[in-house]
């Protein structure tokens, strides 16, 4: 199975005047695709758009965007203009976020977030059909309605748009990130991808995310391979000692900030370690930042990150994930790996250095 090794922008890269640069260069390198995220403080739409009109080749899109804070026009309209900029080229990656986030950082108020999901992406597809099928402002849901729309708030249809898993012309693939049962049965039944969380195990994919995807799927009669599964896992390697130490303590801390929110509590209690994510979340009350990494041990660490030399970790990615992702992009974009030796392992073609 070809697995598809996709970059993200991250640093300098992430930066307004870096963008252009860093995307030229994942093109040249490579890569299949290329992903922004809004997990810290910065736009992703914003820079995806100076990426687009600097590559002709790379895939890209939002991993994620979070969905709540904007209404689904809005969203609507941005995708729209980036697929249309690029050929086609946009992937729309949505997530929720967890309720602190959403109340406290984005100002927005907390509903159910699987139900309220459901409505956005339903409202989005709506969207995206009365533009590329030319039909009426219809949806009326729980949480997002779209009724009117006037000849100038029509969006000319995409000239390449995204063609479904029914054949159909559906505009703008859409991506979800989840982690519990609910999310990934909603992806299996309306999304054309999923974002898998960084915190997981073949385990956690096999027994959890797959079956649930499944369950989707086959409620609306689609094939579970319809759905392109992404992964960004965390890689503990180094040239020399000093580089492995400084892996193993940056992922450890991030396996811990994970874990602390007790949303992430399944993908623990799955391999018997279901009383850390309390623990560390009493440790992040009492202000213990510095010392979360120390409750991860070796053997939590083996199971939720590929550990290995430099040039064992494009073999130990296939060996975890072949036959169960289309998609990987490193979590630590700056981690020791050389990309080519990537991209020939998973991908199955060499490529020239940039």
């Not at 100002?107 to 309220?116: C, F, H, K, L, Q």
């Not at 597809?125 to 708030?153: K, V």
């Not at 519990?180 to 969380?197: I, K, S, T, W």
Request: net charge neutral; proline share 7%.
């Amino acid at each position: 199975m070809t697995i598809a090794v996709d970059t993200t922008l991250t640093g300098e890269g992430a930066e307004l005047g870096g963008v252009a640069a860093a995307a030229r260069v994942a093109e040249a390198s490579g890569y299949a695709g290329v992903w922004m995220s809004e997990a810290g403080s910065r736009d992703p739409f914003l820079r995806l758009a100076i990426l687009a009109a600097n590559t002709e080749r790379v895939q890209f899109g939002t991993a994620i965007a979070i969905a709540f804070p904007r209404a689904p026009i809005i969203t609507a309209q941005i995708a729209w203009d980036l697929a249309e900029g690029s050929g086609g080229r946009f992937i729309l990656g949505l997530g929720s976020q967890v309720k602190g986030h959403i109340e406290r950082r984005f100002s927005v108020p907390w509903t159910a977030p699987g139900p309220r999901m459901r409505d956005y992406v339903a409202c989005l597809r709506a969207i995206f059909d009365s533009w590329q099928g030319g039909g009426p402002a219809a949806f009326r849901g729980e949480h997002y309605q779209y009724t009117l729309i006037t000849p100038s708030s029509r969006r000319e249809p995409l000239r390449r748009p995204f063609i479904d898993w029914a054949g159909r012309p559906a505009g703008v693939p859409v991506y979800l990130a989840g982690v519990n049962p609910y999310m990934c049965r909603l992806a299996g039944e309306q999304c054309d991808g999923f974002f898998v969380h960084p915190l997981n195990s073949r385990a956690y994919l096999t027994d959890m995310v797959l079956p649930a995807l499944r369950h989707g799927a086959d409620r609306v009669g689609r094939p579970l391979s319809s759905i392109e599964l992404c992964v960004q896992p965390f890689v503990v390697t180094g040239r020399d000692d000093d580089e492995v130490r400084h892996w193993t303590e940056v992922v450890k801390r991030q396996i811990a900030y994970y874990a602390s929110t007790r949303t992430y509590a399944p993908i623990l209690e799955l391999h018997g370690w279901g009383d850390v994510p309390a623990k560390l979340h009493e440790m992040t009350v009492t202000n213990r930042w510095d010392d979360l990494g120390s409750v991860i041990t070796d053997e939590m660490l083996d199971t939720y990150a590929i550990v290995g030399r430099p040039e064992e970790i494009p073999g130990k990615l296939r060996a975890r994930f072949d036959g169960l992702v289309n998609r990987i992009a490193l979590y630590h974009r700056d981690v020791p790996v050389d990309p080519g030796a990537l991209i020939e392992t998973l991908q199955g073609r060499a490529v020239g250095p940039a």
